[in-house]
Structure formats: structure tokens, C-alpha cells
């Protein structure tokens, strides 16, 4: 299994338009940076690849990277970043078969995969695919399975994608807090990779209007607000998962300029050869 880290910021992204903070000027001056959320996973045993969320910088990361057009694509929820590069499809593909939750989302009164069939509706060339979460579905020759996360006020979902051949394993934490459900944390657990969604460092909590929550022994917050975990968080939750490797992702530009570009933060552009 080959892994691609296509997208590795926030909704904003680093650098973000129009910020001239020092971690978006030294970004620039180092040539890093860290668009919307997306992941390319290619299954190297048979050619075929499967893209983890539709980034609104679709076009551009597959230019940049030089990965294959997936076969066949997942949205783990409906936020911006993670959904609204789904347009790309349009004349790219001949036809794209999209998985989605069906659970539905006492929010909207509809499941992720309604949501998406919905705001779509006139692109002929998607067909979306209800999965039921906490089952494992073959796509793509992997064995994908979708588990509930905690991203108020949204569902939201992880993933774990396994190689039934050679037993590789990437878990994807999805957008997070650290109350990820047991059940969930389960079927995470001993991956090969964890991507984990980091969006600052537990000291930044102090200056979200909601603080943070989820405190851990000493006191540090997991969770930054109420939809992300922060650094801490998510290192805290590679180690009860028993992560081999772990990449934090879906990372701000809040991070200090000092602390931005240190392990285990990922950047664009890395590749992962799971075996
Ligand atoms: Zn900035
Ligand atoms: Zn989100
Ligand atoms: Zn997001």
C-alpha cells in the first residue's frame, strides 16, 4: 500500500491567503506547505488507487504530485475542505464511484452519503455509495471500514483501510476530538500508519473562545474547542492505539513557527509504503 499525504492542513491551509504570519512566511520561504485535507492511497497490487476526501485543492495536489486519478473515492463528512472538491470530477473521470456514511445526521436529517448525492446531483459522472459504518467493505482490493468519530455538530468519520494480502494497515483518525467512541478506537487500533487530526498545540487552547476539554493526567487539553484534538491529543491517542508510525494532519497555521515544521508534523507531498 502506498500512501500519499496530498493534503495536510486545515480549512484554511498554510500558508493561509492573505496571512503574513511568520509560520505562512517561513512555509513560503522553505517551499512546505499544507493544503485541504487528502489522502491518495494506491493499492500496489493491482494498479488501483483510492482517494480519501475530495480537497478543493484536488487539481492542483494532483499536478503537484504526480499521483494516478483514483478509482474510487471516499468523503468522511460534508465540511468544505474535505468535500467540495468533488466538482473536479466533472470530465476528469468518465465515471467515479463515491463512498459515504449512511447513517443519518440528526443535523441535517441526512446521512453523509444523502448529502453528498444531494449537492451533486447534476454530476453525472459520481454515483455514491451508502456504507454502513463499523462493517468492512472492499474497495478498490482494500478492506475499508468507516468509524464513528466526535466532530460536533456534524457525523464524522475515520477510517481503517487494510491490504487482506499483506495485512498493511493506515488508520485515519478523520476530523476529531479525542472522544473518539471505544468502538471505534478498536477497529483503529495497531495500524501501520495513524494520520491523526492535530489542528494546534494544547497551549493555543487558551485562546479558543471554548478552551479545550478532555484533559489529560497533567491537566493539557486533548480536544481544542470541541471538534479537534490538539497535538497532544492526538500523540496521546497514537499510543493507546499502539501506532508503528504516526503523521499529525489537519494542522493550522496557529502552530508557532518554531513548533510548525517539527516531527511528527506532516507536510505535502510525503509518501508511505506500507508492507
Ligand atoms: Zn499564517
Ligand atoms: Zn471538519
Ligand atoms: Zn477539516
Known sequence: MRVTLLGTGDTTG????????????????????????SVHVENERTG?????????????????????????????????DHLD??????????????????????????????????DYHYLNTITVLPTTPLESTRICGLDVTFVPVDHPPLVCYGLAI???????????????SYAVPEGSREVLADPDLLLADAIVPAHLCASHPAGGRH??????????????????????LAEELEASRTRLV????????????????AVDGERYVLE
Open 250 to 265: 489537519h494542522l493550522a497555521h496557529y502552530y508557532p513557527a518554531e513548533e510548525a515544521f517539527e516531527e511528527p508534523l
Open 14 to 37: 498554510t500558508p493561509t491567503v492573505g496571512c503574513d504570519c511568520e509560520t505562512c512566511r517561513t512555509a513560503r520561504e522553505r517551499g512546505l506547505e499544507r493544503t485541504r485535507f
Open 85 to 118: 472538491g468533488l466538482g473536479n470530477a466533472f470530465r476528469v473521470f468518465d465515471s467515479l464511484e463515491v463512498y459515504a456514511a449512511d447513517e443519518t445526521d440528526p443535523r441535517t436529517g441526512k446521512s453523509v452519503a444523502e448529502t453528498v448525492a444531494d
Open 48 to 80: 488501483e488507487s483510492l482517494l480519501v476526501d475530495f480537497s478543493p485543492d484536488f487539481r492542483y495536489q494532483f499536478l503537484r504530485d504526480d499521483v494516478a486519478l483514483p478509482d474510487a473515492g471516499i468523503i468522511t463528512h460534508i465540511h468544505f
Open 215 to 236: 484533559e489529560g493526567p497533567d491537566g493539557t487539553p486533548y480536544t481544542f474547542g470541541s471538534k479537534h484534538m490538539t497535538r497532544e491529543g492526538a500523540l496521546t
Open 162 to 176: 487494510e491490504d487482506p494480502e499483506t495485512g498493511a494497515k493506515l488508520s485515519i483518525t478523520g476530523d476529531t
